[in-house]
């Protein structure tokens, strides 16, 4: 053989060597539908506070998570403000001009009834990693729709053993429309009705009501029952248990069941669910006697906080280009979006290796179905360990 042959041959081999041991590359378009301008839900589950988590996410995938291919993501925004209609067409928008893969959000229920809907008619796979609707659950509704934050519905299983062990069966429910609160709400009278108790006066009220329509209402819960469940958010709570004491509603003839589905930074103690910025502080605590509050186990510690820390920061990368007012941090939800795109991956990766397609919505919904994710992040010593059952 020639030695130019020779050299002809022997890069020809690396080349084969070369193409049989690398991976391939898959370029995955991912929607991102969050709420990047409504100012109500800034500490919640806004873009601002929540996007940097997709970068870290991202990095664990590429560093930590063993794909049988390498996964280049590409994020397409959109503003779904809380607001079906919104949601709606943006969702049309990163179907038909930027052809996603996937759609992440909306963290509304509002807004998420549309986007997984549409999702569903095109069958293309969307993951929420806060809606917490009840009627989400039906796989016949929303084919292609998983979340990684649980509903409402297993709180509302835990309230109700409660009542069955104390043998209650009648009950008031009152709940805020402001954001998780009305789905709380709503999934409490469901998971009641479905096990006989009497629901005997439900009532749903507007943000920062007035004293006179907390009055009203409490007036009404008065004549009808005396084991109450509020659906609120702290300040409102506080409004309607101290309008509850002047009314001599909390000596002990009822009882009140205050629920979040995660606590606030601020909520620590019971202390902190009663404090406000008045001179009522011992009344509150006092009225606070007769409530149980009930909420998921916090995340905490100096290991999220960091992640919150974070993902504030991953704010400034790409594709988002934002830096946050000093001391705004990533908010308590931030690590389920981070945990939805993990989910994600684990999907992806299953699908294409049994060799089927991953943009189907369905096939991908199984590949989700009931995973159990165990994610360490060595840069923030964050570990989780979460199963993802979706009905």
């Known amino acids: 053989m020639r030695p130019d042959e020779r050299a002809l041959w022997l890069a020809l081999t690396l080349l084969c060597v070369f193409v049989q041991d690398s991976k391939s590359v898959l370029k995955i378009k991912v929607g991102f539908l969050a709420p990047w301008t409504n100012v109500d839900v800034l500490d919640n589950f806004s873009g601002p506070t929540s996007a940097g988590a997709l970068n870290i996410a991202i990095d664990f995938i590429k560093e930590n998570m063993n794909l049988v291919e390498d996964v280049d993501f590409e994020i397409f ?66 084919t292609t729709l998983g979340r990684t934050l649980g509903p409402f519905s297993k709180l509302g299983i835990f309230l109700n053993d409660i009542l069955s062990s104390y043998g209650w069966t009648r009950v008031v429910v009152i709940s805020s429309t402001f954001l998780l609160y009305s789905d709380a709400g709503k999934a409490f009278i469901k998971v009641f009705n479905e096990n006989n108790v009497t629901i005997a006066y439900q009532v749903a009220y507007d943000k920062n009501p007035t004293v006179r329509r907390v009055r009203n209402i409490l007036l009404k819960t008065k004549a009808e029952g005396r084991i109450i469940f509020i659906c609120a958010p702290k300040n409102d709570r506080r409004t309607f248990l101290l309008e509850a004491s002047s009314l001599g509603m909390t000596n002990g003839d009822y009882v009140y069941y205050t629920v979040e589905m995660l606590p606030d930074e601020a909520v620590v103690t019971a202390e902190e669910t009663y404090l406000g910025n008045d001179d009522r502080n011992e009344e509150a605590r006092q009225a606070f006697g007769s409530v149980f509050h009930v909420s998921l186990a916090a995340l905490s510690g100096k290991e999220i906080d960091d992640f919150t820390v974070e993902v504030a920061r991953r704010l400034q990368d790409e594709p988002w280009n934002l830096t946050l007012q000093e001391g705004v941090k990533g908010n308590k939800y931030a690590a389920f979006l981070h945990d939805a795109l993990l989910v994600y991956a684990v999907a992806l990766n299953e699908t294409v290796s049994l060799g089927n397609d991953y943009r189907d919505g369905e096939v991908m919904l199984q590949a989700m179905a009931g995973k159990f994710l165990k994610a360490w992040d060595a840069d923030f010593n964050v570990e989780t360990a979460i199963a993802y059952t979706v009905r």
């Open 77 to 142: 925004t959109r503003d779904s403000a809380c607001d079906s209609k919104q949601a709606g067409g943006y969702m049309v928008e990163l179907h038909v001009e930027e052809r996603v893969d996937v759609v992440i959000g909306p963290p509304c229920s509002i807004a998420c009834v549309t986007a997984a809907q549409l999702a569903s008619f095109w069958n293309i796979p969307i993951i929420s990693w806060v809606a917490t609707d009840p009627d989400f659950n039906d796989k016949k509704i929303y």
